[in-house]
């Protein structure tokens, strides 16, 4: 990182350039640890694993998953998280995505 901490390194950097930096660097090793962990806690009730094909297919489905594992049960809870959630909701049809989404389909 230039003879220098990497997070002096990463502020140095443009925006763009500093987070496709620690993109890379993340992956690297969240790539190796994921199926490992998986494979550790995947089976044990407290662990939920979602997929993006996941929110594709379901998206208030998948986040009802999420909000039961959590614990969230009250309808005016639930009702809130929806409407929050909705405007992450990149796969709902006659939508604008932003260009960092990109699909073959609707």
Known sequence: WNGTTYRRYLNA????????????????????????????????????????EDFSRDWEGTLSSLWALLGVREAAQLAALARVSEKHNVYRHNTTRGRHVSSTSP
């Open 13 to 52: 950097l443009p925006l763009e350039a500093g987070l496709l930096a620690e993109m890379r660097h993340s992956a690297r090793d969240n790539l190796k640890t994921m199926p490992r962990l998986h494979a550790r806690v995947g089976a044990r009730p407290c662990t939920l694993t979602l997929r993006f």
